[in-house]
Each structure stands twice: as C-alpha cells, then as structure tokens.
C-alpha cells in the first residue's frame, strides 16, 4: 500500500548524488493535499494526462528511483512529507491513489516491500 511513499518526494526532488536535491523541501505540503485544484494537477502530472509544473516534472523524473531504492536518497523531511501524501491520497483520493499505484506500481511489488513500514521509522 505505500506505492505513493514517494509522492512528494519534495514535490520534485532531482537526483544528485546520494541524495535528491532539498531545493523543494520548503514547499507546503498541506497547503496542496488542501487545495483539490492544485493536488489534481499534479496527479494529472503524474498520469502524463496534464501539463507539469517544474517541480512536477522532477517529481515525475524522481519517482521511479525513489521507488526502486526505498527512498534512501530522501532526506527525513522528505520522508515525513511522502508519508503524509501516502495517507491523505489513501484516505480521500482512493480512485487517484488506484490509478498512480496502477501506473507506478503495477505488479505490486512495491507495495508488497512497503507495506505496513515507515519510511521515517
């Protein structure tokens, strides 16, 4: 279930080195889960079904390394910022939460690594 560990990976972290870049961790994550218009653009990002913000395309960029490395190039504050994502999009965007963890996650098998684990843990 924690295929959108990731989400926010600071809303578009670039990979750099051992750690993808802090340059979006200042971004306020609850102002944007809050905000249905915004959320749904960068999902639709996601999707490929909608135009991406720069920091959707380093989302878009990131993700899949994220996803393949058990985000260990995220910094804790990007942790706690991609579980927060993890649970809002679980809880009140479960048909989006379905079609990212089809699109990102379509084996399974990273929900299967992930389940029932904290990334900030």
């Not at 990979?15 to 870049?21: F, L, N, P, S, W």
């Not at 979006?24 to 913000?53: A, F, H, P, W």
């Not at 942790?79 to 996650?105: C, F």
């Amino acid at each position: 279930m924690k295929i959108a560990l990731f989400l926010i990976v600071c809303v578009g972290a670039a990979i750099a080195g051992d750690q993808y870049t802090s340059k979006y961790d200042n971004i306020d994550v609850d102002k944007i889960l809050s905000n249905d218009r915004i959320l749904t653009q960068y999902i639709k990002c996601l999707m490929e079904e909608g135009n991406c913000t720069n920091e959707g395309k380093e989302l878009k960029r990131t993700l899949p390394d994220a996803l393949a490395t058990g985000c260990t190039k995220c910094s804790e504050k990007q942790k706690a910022q991609t579980e927060k994502v993890l649970r809002h999009l679980s809880k009140n965007r479960p048909r989006d939460w379905a079609r990212l963890k089809g699109k990102y996650d379509p084996k399974g098998e990273y929900a299967k690594k992930y389940e029932g684990k904290s990334l900030t843990a």
